[in-house]
């Protein structure tokens, strides 16, 4: 279950509860994971790992309840419905609950699916147990996101508005307009060709009957005139119901006196955020120069509102044009401009803290709302694709202005003269960045998927698919991963020959913060996707934490093929893929020789391509060199899949099958034999057995 501690830490401290012992050993995979507990009643307390309660569970439900991230229960459902009925408060507060049936055949999303995450988790569970999720929210039945989660994994800052009314229009799919001023569009490119957004604002347009605004700004209800004109958005519609999510791409510049207060910082941020119509949900962070990272009401600040702070020396200050400079900041500090500075700096130091996200363009719908984008690279932000990006400047929306407080602690804007105050003074200047600072650690989730069939999966592997934010890889291996998808997710599909694209993909998806699972047929670090997704990590100057990376296991292409056909790798065996393309032919043909001389078993991947046929023939010239002509050789082709394809030959005749890059190719060694339809290579226990005896 090392694994599964990641995959499940959004729905930690997790509360499991049971009132049957098949019940509570149906729970007991879940019950190893951390800041997790499995509760019974004292009559099953001879339950190995569980915690008892005493009394009632409805008692103990309420005095665990406000403890719980979120609850899974294996009773009935009705049950679960009365019990927890009376601790519901809010969609926005109350925990994930999820119930499983006694036999394991169905997982619940029953409260909180979207905010508190339960369809999630009912997902996350139903893999680990091979189970059923049920998911009954309209939004999911349409393949479309939450329209109240849709921001969460870019780490954007959820508005007012009415969210139970704009997620019935969703569900009757009526016409939503998305107004989108700031953050990235790419969650646009992974809708269902179906879904009820108008990402359009024409003059004459069918008047919808929702709105969504995506915005840095304070939108209100009802806007004046100029703004109606600028979005083309009818005066007469400010009636509808319509959302707000604020993508964090303020950065507030400061400078300030030594020892100025928390509470002048923030209603100096809050003054010029109102007087500009910029919202206070959007600000990423604080920038400032370096000498100010100790700065106790900075700081203070930061932490309650969970703003980054970055800090910059002076020598990169003062390399900023800025509109208003200064002689006496310069002095002072070694640079002529502070907070206008340090503004532009955090805002467009994207190639620090994030990665260009281009809207993958040309996209093709995917099976489960998602899209598959064979080209992902086309930029739609204006930043550089490369891995080392150039830097970019932010754009200054407010410049510098001065506050303090008078006297009797009235906030004053640019005083004429200094004046007196305990709470010192500040300098505040905003910057809007061309992307969204996310908030979060990105991670890099490697993937072997097995041989093709969900069933040869994990259920870490499973899982992982389900739970990551963004899925990339081979568009075959996409389409064999379809039913573990889920709405919302951003799937990319590359060609075959883009493997490099698809690590730099995922590497910039997750440094801006994303969860990104890659996957790979087989095992991803068997001539799979985890050593290129490594290698290049190490060569963007990769520190090994961020982001993290986590590697899971699959079944190998060779294994799969092995059981197909018995036990032909029961002794030493090696792998050796034909393909050419990244290795010289002169030493695959060094292994080759090395392996049959060795007399290995050889699993060969890459045997055949439609340009590549003549080096199959090679191997079996080499191998006839120290083989008996009759040596089994097995020919499995998508081991697993549908069209799967199995026989069994020689060394002398196994060219007469069809071979291709889709097949593994198993030569035994000297010892390997067939009975039936099956290989057999001996591990030598008979042998040793009578040797044993003799002696």
Same mark, same amino acid.
């Given at each position: 279950?090392?694994?599964?501690?990641?995959?499940?830490?959004?729905?930690?401290?997790?509360?499991?509860?049971?009132?049957?012992?098949?019940?509570?050993?149906?729970?007991?995979?879940?019950?190893?994971?951390?800041?997790?507990?499995?509760?019974?009643?004292?009559?099953?307390?001879?339950?190995?790992?569980?915690?008892?309660?005493?009394?009632?569970?409805?008692?103990?439900? $309420?005095?665990?309840?406000?403890?719980?991230?979120?609850?899974?229960?294996?009773?009935?459902?009705?049950?679960?419905?009365?019990?927890?009925?009376?601790?519901?408060?809010?969609?926005?507060? =109350?925990?994930?609950?999820?119930?499983?049936?006694?036999?394991?055949?169905?997982?619940?999303?029953?409260?909180?699916?979207?905010?508190?995450?339960?369809?999630?988790?009912?997902?996350?569970?139903?893999?680990?147990?091979?189970?059923?999720?049920?998911?009954?929210? $309209?939004?999911?039945?349409?393949?479309?996101?939450?329209?109240?989660?849709?921001?969460?994994?870019?780490?954007?800052?959820?508005?007012?508005?009415?969210?139970?009314?704009?997620?019935?229009?969703?569900?009757?799919?009526?016409?939503?307009?998305?107004?989108?001023?700031?953050?990235?569009?790419?969650?646009?490119?992974?809708?269902?060709?179906?879904?009820?957004?108008?990402?359009?604002?024409?003059?004459?347009?069918?008047?919808?009957?929702?709105?969504?605004?995506?915005?840095?700004?304070?939108?209100?209800?009802?806007?004046?005139?100029?703004?109606?004109?600028?979005? #083309?958005?009818?005066?007469?519609?400010?009636?509808?119901?319509?959302?707000?999510?604020?993508?964090?791409?303020?950065?507030?510049?400061?400078?300030? +006196?030594?020892?100025?207060?928390?509470? @002048?910082?923030?209603?100096?941020?809050?003054?010029?955020?109102?007087?500009?119509?910029?919202?206070?949900?959007?600000?990423?962070?604080?920038?400032?120069?370096?000498?100010?990272?100790?700065?106790?009401?900075?700081?203070?600040?930061?932490?309650?509102?969970?703003?980054? @702070?970055?800090?910059?020396? &002076?020598?990169? @200050?003062?390399?900023?044009?800025?509109?208003?400079?200064?002689?006496?900041?310069?002095?002072?500090?070694?640079?002529?401009?502070? $907070?206008?500075?340090?503004?532009?700096? &955090?805002?467009?130091?994207?190639?620090?803290?994030?990665?260009?996200?281009?809207?993958?363009?040309?996209?093709?719908?995917?099976?489960?709302?998602?899209?598959?984008?064979?080209?992902?690279?086309?930029?739609?932000?204006?930043?550089?694709?490369?891995?080392?990006?150039?830097?970019?400047?932010?754009?200054?929306?407010?410049?510098?202005?001065?506050?303090?407080?008078?006297? +009797?602690?009235?906030?004053?804007?640019?005083?004429?003269? #200094?004046?007196?105050?305990?709470?010192?003074?500040?300098?505040?200047?905003? &910057?809007?960045?061309? /992307?969204? *600072?996310?908030?979060?650690?990105?991670?890099?989730?490697?993937?072997?998927?097995?041989?093709? #069939?969900?069933?040869?999966?994990?259920? $870490?592997?499973?899982?992982?698919?389900? %739970?990551?934010?963004?899925?990339?890889?081979?568009?075959?291996?996409?389409?064999?991963?379809?039913? /573990?998808?889920?709405?919302?997710?951003?799937?990319?599909?590359?060609?075959?020959?883009?493997?490099?694209?698809?690590?730099?993909?995922?590497?910039?998806?997750?440094?801006?913060?994303?969860?990104?699972?890659?996957?790979? !047929?087989?095992?991803?670090?068997? *001539?799979?996707?985890?050593?290129?997704? @490594?290698?290049?990590?190490?060569?963007?100057?990769?520190?090994? #934490?961020?982001?993290?990376?986590?590697?899971?296991?699959?079944?190998?292409?060779?294994?799969?093929?092995?059981?197909?056909?018995?036990?032909?790798?029961?002794?030493?065996?090696?792998?050796?893929?034909?393909?050419?393309?990244?290795?010289?032919?002169?030493?695959?043909?060094?292994?080759?020789?090395?392996?049959?001389?060795?007399?290995?078993?050889? %699993?060969? *991947?890459?045997?055949?391509?439609?340009?590549?046929?003549?080096?199959?023939?090679?191997?079996?010239?080499?191998?006839?060199?120290?083989?008996?002509?009759?040596?089994?050789?097995?020919?499995?082709?998508?081991?697993?899949?549908?069209?799967?394809?199995?026989?069994?030959?020689?060394?002398?005749?196994?060219?007469?099958?069809?071979? =291709?890059?889709?097949?593994?190719?198993?030569?035994?060694?000297?010892?390997?034999?067939?009975?039936?339809?099956?290989?057999?290579?001996?591990?030598?226990?008979? !042998?040793?057995? !009578?040797?044993? =005896?003799?002696?």
């Amino acid at each position: 279950m090392g694994f599964d501690r990641l995959l499940f830490a959004d729905f930690q401290p997790l509360a499991l509860i049971a009132t049957t012992p098949t019940g509570a050993q149906r729970l007991q995979p879940l019950n190893q994971l951390p800041a997790t507990t499995l509760w019974v009643s004292e009559s099953l307390s001879q339950i190995e790992g569980v915690q008892t309660y005493s009394g009632s569970l409805s008692e103990h439900l $309420a005095n665990i309840w406000p403890d719980c991230k979120s609850l899974v229960f294996c009773l009935a459902t009705g049950a679960v419905i009365r019990l927890i009925a009376p601790l519901l408060q809010d969609k926005s507060c =109350d925990p994930a609950v999820v119930v499983v049936d006694e036999a394991g055949k169905f997982v619940i999303s029953l409260c909180s699916g979207h905010q508190g995450k339960a369809d999630r988790l009912a997902q996350l569970v139903a893999r680990q147990i091979g189970a059923t999720p049920v998911i009954t929210g $309209a939004s999911a039945s349409l393949g479309l996101p939450g329209i109240d989660v849709l921001g969460v994994p870019f780490g954007w800052n959820r508005g007012t508005g009415d969210w139970t009314k704009v997620s019935a229009a969703i569900a009757r799919g009526e016409l939503v307009r998305v107004i989108q001023e700031a953050g990235s569009t790419l969650w646009q490119s992974h809708l269902p060709e179906t879904h009820p957004f108008d990402f359009g604002v024409p003059e004459e347009a069918i008047a919808p009957q929702a709105r969504v605004w995506i915005s840095h700004q304070q939108v209100k209800s009802r806007r004046g005139a100029k703004h109606c004109a600028r979005t #083309k958005v009818k005066s007469q519609d400010s009636t509808i119901p319509e959302v707000r999510w604020h993508p964090r791409v303020l950065w507030v510049g400061m400078g300030c +006196e030594r020892g100025t207060s928390r509470k @002048l910082i923030a209603a100096a941020i809050q003054q010029v955020c109102q007087a500009n119509d910029l919202a206070e949900d959007a600000i990423a962070g604080i920038a400032t120069i370096d000498i100010k990272a100790d700065e106790a009401g900075i700081l203070e600040l930061c932490g309650e509102r969970c703003w980054h @702070l970055r800090t910059f020396p &002076a020598e990169i @200050l003062r390399t900023v044009e800025v509109p208003n400079p200064s002689t006496v900041v310069e002095a002072e500090v070694g640079t002529p401009s502070v $907070a206008e500075a340090a503004a532009i700096c &955090a805002a467009g130091d994207v190639s620090q803290i994030q990665p260009s996200l281009p809207t993958p363009l040309p996209w093709e719908r995917g099976a489960a709302g998602g899209v598959r984008a064979e080209e992902c690279w086309q930029a739609d932000l204006g930043l550089d694709r490369s891995p080392t990006l150039k830097p970019v400047q932010g754009r200054l929306l407010v410049s510098k202005q001065i506050f303090c407080f008078d006297t +009797e602690d009235r906030l004053i804007q640019n005083p004429k003269s #200094k004046i007196q105050n305990r709470q010192g003074a500040v300098t505040v200047a905003i &910057a809007q960045s061309q /992307l969204e *600072y996310t908030g979060r650690k990105g991670s890099l989730w490697l993937v072997g998927t097995g041989p093709g #069939k969900l069933e040869q999966m994990t259920p $870490a592997a499973q899982t992982a698919i389900t %739970a990551a934010d963004a899925v990339i890889g081979y568009s075959l291996y996409i389409d064999l991963i379809s039913p /573990l998808l889920r709405p919302g997710q951003i799937v990319e599909a590359l060609p075959i020959t883009q493997e490099r694209q698809r690590a730099e993909r995922a590497i910039a998806l997750a440094k801006w913060g994303l969860t990104v699972a890659v996957v790979s !047929s087989g095992d991803c670090g068997i *001539y799979g996707m985890a050593g290129l997704v @490594l290698e290049e990590l190490q060569r963007s100057g990769w520190d090994g #934490k961020t982001p993290s990376v986590e590697v899971f296991p699959g079944i190998t292409a060779l294994q799969a093929a092995a059981a197909r056909v018995g036990a032909p790798l029961m002794h030493d065996f090696c792998a050796i893929s034909l393909s050419d393309l990244l290795t010289p032919w002169e030493v695959i043909e060094k292994r080759l020789i090395a392996a049959a001389q060795a007399d290995f078993v050889t %699993a060969l *991947y890459n045997p055949r391509s439609q340009t590549r046929t003549q080096q199959i023939v090679t191997v079996q010239q080499i191998f006839l060199q120290y083989r008996h002509p009759s040596t089994p050789v097995a020919i499995v082709r998508s081991a697993y899949r549908s069209d799967e394809e199995i026989a069994i030959s020689t060394l002398e005749k196994f060219l007469d099958l069809p071979i =291709d890059m889709l097949t593994t190719v198993i030569i035994g060694n000297q010892s390997s034999r067939t009975h039936a339809d099956w290989i057999i290579t001996p591990r030598g226990y008979n !042998s040793w057995s !009578s040797f044993t =005896d003799c002696d």
